[in-house]
């Protein structure tokens, strides 16, 4: 389901998979969606120093499967889970794992046309 907000919706996509959507906002802007993977990494970091860059690494692409695979067996994910998801992917894109291309879509809300 895409959930769109008065700017529009950002979507998550992996291995060609649509995953989740979520509402773009004034507010909730893709910077902002952005910040939480960073937030992410460094709160990390900063609670559990033995839990290298490595191990987040490894630890978000597991999550992201796990979730790939509940979404191609069509089995129900809850809404934590799909924040969870935000920040991972958002967090490996920062890595530099996965490429904004690939796994963000970006849609913009539609305007209306003009009749004169």
Known sequence: MIREGEEGSINIFY?????????????????AYISLGSRLILDTMREKPEFTVKKQIYTYLYFINLMYKRKLNNKCIWRSNYELLMNCVMALIKLEILNVDDNILLMPKKRPKRLF
């Open 15 to 31: 291995k060609d998979v649509f995953l989740a959507s979520f509402p773009l906002t004034k507010l909730r802007t893709p910077e």
